[in-house]
Each structure stands twice: as structure tokens, then as C-alpha cells.
């Protein structure tokens, strides 16, 4: 997790949560500054954490909640459709943090070698060099923030990292 997911995180959820009735929240494989932001800014939220050993994303949830967050897990989806749709289909919001451009420095490019397989955009925004990127225009964004931050990976075209924090609306 870069300070920038954190910030972007801080904010979408001051925006949307910390005055809201919501106090549900389920953290998918959340580091634990993720889950200060939101006992910080949300007093008195239920949050509860989701894991690949205890929820597959490639599978429908067990569970509903208010609002389910990721930062930096779509990445790594191979099927992005069925990955939302299992969990829109679990949330009332879906608060998604991820990257647009990013250098991870694999084998194959901009990709990592740790499964790392996807890239996310608005039309409006950034569009990644990948040709199976994911555009979230047909989910319908509630909120989008593009954000920028110095690359340190010394790649051509790659100076910046170009990630986004995305508010969407679930199913329940």
C-alpha cells in the first residue's frame, strides 16, 4: 500500500461514510492503517476482514454488509466481471482502490509476476497501454479520484503511477 491508496481512502471515506447510517464494513485483505481510516473517521464501525483463504472473490459471498472496500486486490483478477458482480451483489457501496499505470516490474512488463494481471480506467481519465484493461464506465461510478505519485522504477513512460480510488454502488 502507497501513502496516496491510504490518503485516497481517507478521503472517499470522509466524503461518503463519516456521516452515513453505515456501520458495516468488510476490508478485503486490508493492511492495518486501512482499518484505522475508517474507526477513525466511522466511530463505533463493525469492520470485519475478508481474506482469499476465507473469501475467494471468484465466488459469491456467504455474507451482506454495508460497505465492502479493496485496495490494490483487483489487480490481481483474472475475470473482473464475476469478481464485481460477487461483490456488488454483497454491499450496499464498494469502495475499490487500484491501480490505472503502474510499473511492478515483471517478467512480461508493467504486470507483475505475482499474478498481478489487471489494470482499471474511466474513460475520462488515463487509459492503460494493456489491451484487456477494464473500463468501470459500465459499473456507473458513484465518485472516481485519479491520482498521481513519482515512479522510481526508471521506466520510460513510467515516471508516474497512476492509480484512482472508485465509489460504486451495490446490489443489496
Not at 486486490?73 to 450496499?92: A, E, G, I
Amino acid at each position: 500500500m502507497r501513502d496516496n491508496d491510504l490518503e485516497a481512502i481517507w478521503m472517499m471515506t470522509k466524503k461518503h461514510f463519516s456521516n452515513s447510517s453505515f456501520k458495516n464494513f468488510v476490508g478485503i485483505s486490508p493492511d492495518s492503517r486501512e482499518i484505522e481510516v475508517f474507526k477513525t473517521l466511522v466511530p463505533g464501525a463493525n469492520i470485519t476482514t475478508k481474506f482469499r483463504e476465507n473469501w475467494d472473490l471468484n465466488n459469491p459471498a456467504d455474507f451482506t454488509t454495508d460497505v465492502i472496500w479493496a485496495t490494490n486486490v483487483f489487480m490481481y483478477s483474472n475475470d473482473p466481471d464475476r469478481w464485481f458482480t460477487n461483490v456488488l451483489n454483497s454491499c450496499k457501496y464498494f469502495l475499490l482502490v487500484d491501480n490505472t499505470r503502474a510499473w511492478r516490474g515483471g517478467s512480461v512488463g508493467e504486470l507483475g509476476d505475482d499474478g498481478d494481471s489487471m489494470r482499471y480506467f474511466v474513460t475520462m481519465n488515463t487509459k492503460p497501454d494493456l489491451p484487456n484493461a477494464y473500463c468501470l464506465d459500465k459499473l456507473n461510478p458513484i465518485d472516481f479520484q485519479r491520482y498521481t505519485m513519482p515512479s522510481k522504477c526508471g521506466v520510460k513512460g513510467f515516471e508516474e503511477a497512476v492509480t484512482f480510488a472508485c465509489l460504486l454502488k451495490g446490489h443489496i
